[in-house]
C-alpha cells in the first residue's frame, strides 16, 4: 500500500451520537453506523473519522473520557465496534480514532487517583499547582468553556488546570509514566486494526512550566498560551516513533494557534509526527474587526480574506507539509448557513458552490456528517435546545456576567453555537427524520422533510450526488490531488477564482460567492474553455457568473 494513500483520500467525520440510532434509545450508536456502511460506500469516501465513542460521563460529549479501552454503553459494544471495524473494511472504508489525549474526563482511575493525596503514584499524571498568596488560582489562564482554567481541590489545597470543562483535567505530559500509557493504549487500538488518529487539541498539550500569566487581551479575556508548547515536537515525535513508524496509518492533529510555518513542523514529511493537521484560521471570523467575545461576536470574514487565507495556506504547504480542507466538523456551525446562503432560492447552488471550492483545493478533504446533503443550522431559539457545555456555559457568562440581553446571546448562538452540527442526520422525511424510532437526545432540524438522504439520493442534481462527483474527481484526476494551486484575482470581492496544474494537466475553477449576478473578468473568461468537469449549473455561459455559480474547466496541454 502506498504510504502516502491519505494524500488521495476523502474523510467523512462521523458524531456518532447524532449519525444513527439502531435501538430507538434517541442516541446514535455503533451498530447504526454499520447499518448506514452501504451509504458510505455510495457516497465514495475513503476513511471515517470516529468522534470518541469510549467510556465518558458525556460532560464534553464524549471528549471527556474515563476509560480509553472500553466503548460508552449508550453507543454499545467492544463487538459492535468491531463489527463495525469489519464492516466498514469489507466497504473499502478505513477507520480513524478520536484521540482526546491533552485531557482525561475527572472521573478516569487516574484523576479519581491523583486528586486524592500529594503522594498518590498518580499525582502527577495532572497538573496540578499550589493557590497564589491570596488564594487565587495559580495565573490567569481561563478555559474554552469560559471562566477559570483552575479548579480549587479541597481534599489537597491545591488547584488542577483544565482548559476545557471542569470535568476535563488536563493530563502531564511531562510525566513519562503518562506518555508511556498513552502510546500502549495507542498501540491497543492500533493492533485491533484500526487505520489512524485524530489528534485532539494536540498543540495544547505541552505546557511552559512556568506557567505564564496569560496575555491581556483587554477585554479581561487571556488568550490559552500554552500552544505549541516547548516538548511539542519531542513528544510527537515519541509518539510516531513508539506508535505510528512503519504502519500506513493516516493522523491529523487538531491544532488550536497554530500558523502555516509551525504547521510544516507538525506534517513535514521528514519530520516523523503528522501527516498533517486541522488549523483554525479560516473558521474563527473576521480578523480584521474581531469581536469583544471572540467567535461570539466576530463577524465573519470576507471573501476577500478568506481567499487569502486558504491561498496562504496553499502556498505555504505545497511542498512542506500537507493541508487539510474542511469548514464543518462538530465544533462549527453549518457552512451553507455560514459561507453560503441557507434560503430555499440559494442553499443548494451555494452548497454546491461551497464544497467545489473547497474540494478542488490540494489537501485531503473532510466532509462532516451532512454537509454533503447542505444541511443547514436549525436556529434553535430557545436555550432550552442547546445542550453543548460550551453553549450552556458561554449563555450563562455573557448574559448574568456581562449583562448582554438574552436576545444579543441567542442570536451568537443560532450563528456559531456547536449545536449547529450536532443535530440528527437526516436519512428521510419520515418519523424523526429517520434517525430514531425514539426521542432523539437533541431536536431535529425541522426541515428534514426537506433536506434528507433519501429524497437526495433519488434526484441527479442533488448536493449527495454533487459531493459524489467532486469525490471522485479527486479519484480520477491526479491533477486534483497534486496540482499546483494558483489563485486569481485576489482582490475581487465576490469571486474565488484558482489554477490547479500538473504537468499539461490543468484546473481552472470559478466560484461565485455572491447572489448577485457578477460580470467575469477577461483574464478568466478567455481560460474558461476545455473539458467542463463539474458545475452546479446546467448552460454554461462566459459573460457573467450566476449567483453562487461554480464551474471547472479541464485542459490538457
Ligand atoms: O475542540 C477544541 C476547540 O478549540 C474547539 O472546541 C473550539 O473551542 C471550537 O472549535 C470553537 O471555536 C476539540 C474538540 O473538537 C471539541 O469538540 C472539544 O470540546 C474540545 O477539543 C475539548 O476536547
Ligand atoms: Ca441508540
Known sequence: MNKNWWKNAVVYQIYPRSFADSNGDGVGD??????????????????????????????DNGYDISDYRAIMPEFGTMEDFDEMLQTAH??????MMDMVLNHSSDEHPWFRESRKSKDNPYRDYYI?????????????????FSGPAWTFDETTGQYYLHLFAEKQPDLNWDNPSLRQEIYDMMKWWRDKGVDGFRFDVISLISKDPAFPE?????????????????????????????????????????????????????????RH??????????VSGSRKNPGKYGKWDSPPMDLTELKQVL????????????????????????????????????????AKMLATAMHMLKGTPYIYQGEELGMTNPAFDSIDLYQDVESLNIYRELTEEEGLPESQV???????????ARTPMQWDGGKNAGFSSGTPWIRINPNYVEINVQKEQMDPDSVFHYYRKLIDLRHTYPVVAEGKYGLLLPDHPSIFAYTRSLGEERLLVVCNFSKNITDIPEEIRREMSGRLLIANYEEQGTDWLRPYEAAVWYRKG
Not at 33 to 43: F, N, S
Not at 128 to 144: A, L, Q
Not at 333 to 346: K, L, Q, T, W
Request: contains cysteine; negative net charge.
Open 214 to 270: 496569560g496575555e491581556e487581551l483587554g477585554n479581561g479575556y487571556t488568550a490559552i498560551t500554552c500552544a505549541n508548547g516547548p516538548r511539542i515536537h519531542e513528544y510527537l515525535k515519541e509518539m510516531n516513533a513508539a506508535v505510528m513508524e512503519g504502519y500506513p496509518l493516516i493522523t491529523v492533529g487538531e491544532c488550536p494557534m497554530v500558523d502555516e510555518e509551525m504547521a510544516k513542523l507538525y506534517s513535514g514529511e521528514d
Open 30 to 59: 455503533l451498530r447504526g453506523i454499520t447499518g448506514r456502511m452501504g451509504y458510505l460506500k455510495d457516497l465514495g469516501i475513503d476513511v471515517i473519522w470516529l468522534s470518541p465513542v469510549y467510556q465518558s460521563p458525556n460532560a
Open 128 to 144: 496540578w499547582k499550589d493557590p497564589k498568596e491570596n488564594g487565587d488560582p495559580p495565573n490567569r489562564w481561563e478555559s474554552s
Open 410 to 420: 441567542m442570536d451568537y448562538l443560532k450563528k456559531v453555537s456547536r449545536d449547529n
Open 273 to 282: 509526527e503528522l501527516n498533517m493537521i486541522f488549523h483554525f484560521e479560516h
Open 311 to 350: 491561498s496562504r495556506w496553499q502556498y505555504s504547504l505545497a511542498e512542506e507539509g500537507w493541508n487539510s480542507i474542511y469548514l464543518s466538523n462538530h465544533d462549527q456551525p453549518r457552512c451553507v448557513s455560514r459561507f453560503g446562503n441557507d434560503s430555499a432560492e440559494y442553499r443548494v447552488l451555494s
Open 90 to 95: 469489507c466497504h473499502g472504508i478505513r477507520i
